[in-house]
């Protein structure tokens, strides 16, 4: 190697620079997930943003030297990579708990968040900032008003109750007086005097799952309830 190929340490220490920075952002929007007790949180958030900016800054500038030698070089190819690489990362967050799929936003935020780190690690500090902003800001405001868009979520709800005549037809109206929708019902009988019901509802806008308790607190078939 001659020493013209080493990369001067003034330009390596704005790359870190720009390798840290990403971290911080990705620790930012880390730090409103594990709040949310996600299954990715601030670490996991920091290291997908740095190793991001660190495989971006390699593949912008990493080849410089080759090229200017006149080799053929492709430097895009690494930064592809790390789309697709974290689209397998993400995929590890996605799984099905009770008919629902769970960790989607999970993964669609670490994979916006590697993008942050490519921005940044590109040299567009801003456009990358400004993104990750936009992220937790979007995060936030989405969760504390989920009915922002109006439109309803499915709700996988679990409720055991006494096996007893017509006990299916009371708890579908007693739904329905709330007007709750009954998206599917799968019922599993555990003992001759109980059977669970397996819900998947649709809540009206601006009503509270935990609403839930207090209507079904004095209903006497009803033995317990899991949201």
């Not at 900016?53 to 030297?65: E, N, Q």
């Not at 993104?131 to 709800?157: G, K, W, Y």
């Not at 329905?176 to 397996?198: F, G, P, T, Y």
Request: aromatic share 8%; with cysteine; net charge neutral.
């Amino acid at each position: 190697m001659q020493f013209s190929d080493i990369v001067p340490i003034s330009t390596q220490l704005e790359y870190f620079l720009r390798v840290m920075l990403a971290a911080v952002f990705g620790g930012v929007i880390g730090y409103e997930r594990k709040n949310r007790l996600k299954e990715a949180g601030v670490r996991t958030h920091m290291i997908v943003c740095l190793g991001s900016a660190l495989m971006m800054v390699v593949s912008k500038y990493g080849f410089a030297d080759v090229i200017a030698q006149g080799r053929n070089a492709d430097p895009s190819r690494i930064a592809s990579q790390i789309v697709s690489g974290i689209g397998f990362l993400g995929a590890g967050m996605i799984f099905i708990q009770k008919s629902t799929v769970k960790g989607l936003t999970t993964a669609a935020g670490i994979w916006a968040t590697a993008g942050i780190g490519m921005a940044i690690g590109s040299g567009m500090y801003v456009l990358g900032m400004i993104s990750a902003i936009a992220i937790v800001v979007l995060q936030v405001t989405l969760r504390n008003h989920p009915d922002f868009f109006h439109i309803p979520t499915a709700e996988a709800m679990e409720i055991q109750v006494k096996n007893i005549p017509d006990v299916l037809n009371q708890l579908k109206l007693l739904l329905n007086q709330h007007h709750i929708r009954i998206m599917s019902v799968r019922i599993e009988k555990q003992s001759s005097s109980a059977m669970l019901v397996d819900l998947m509802v649709k809540f009206p806008p601006n009503f509270h799952p935990e609403e839930l308790l207090l209507i079904f607190n004095d209903i006497d078939y009803i033995l317990s309830i899991e949201l």
